[in-house]
């Protein structure tokens, strides 16, 4: 099946939305996604730009989606973190990952970014096979640390 990799329009941010509700349901955090379609609008599109999208497209449907934005690490530099790369369950084994994490890297590269990070769910053994595939680290040794919208409320409470 052929599909093509553009830059994500305003007028994705419906598809998108549905694509982020998919990977919930199969992280099985079906009830997690608090992200709104006017969320993704204004900070995909609007005043301050948030985030950067790429989409993968059949013919006029979004079958999946890379989403970036700028970091910043106090020992290499600019850096960019992949938050999801989502491929629709008909589309997986079609390239459509690679072909997205192409473009995330050529993103990265074209501005000069000293590394890509994301994180991928520990029993999600055949995403860790794709980027391991693609030459990167998963560092299986680190944690990933959240402080959740009610944990900062209760940590300003408490300062």
């Known amino acids: 099946m052929k599909f093509s990799i553009r830059e994500a329009k305003k007028e994705d941010m419906n598809q998108v939305l549905s694509l982020i509700n998919e990977l919930a349901i199969f992280e099985k955090e079906e ?8 969320d993704l609008i204004r900070d995909g599109f609007g005043s301050k730009i948030l985030f950067h999208c790429f989409v993968a497209e059949v013919g006029s449907e979004i079958k999946g989606m890379a989403l ?8 290499k530099g600019p850096i960019i973190h992949l938050e999801d790369l989502i491929v629709t369950a008909s589309m997986r084994g079609t390239g459509m990952g690679t072909a997205l994490l192409n473009e995330v890297v050529k993103y990265g590269h074209g501005l000069g970014v000293k590394r890509i990070n994301w994180e991928v769910i ?3 053994e055949p995403a860790i096979k794709f980027y391991e595939s693609k030459g990167a680290n998963v560092m299986r040794d680190w944690d990933v640390v959240q402080l959740d919208e009610n944990g900062i409320k209760n940590y300003i409470a408490n300062i």
């Open 122 to 124: 520990d029993w999600n």
């Open 68 to 75: 970036v934005y700028n970091r910043y690490s106090t020992w």
């Open 31 to 38: 009830n997690a996604v608090e992200v709104t379609l006017e």
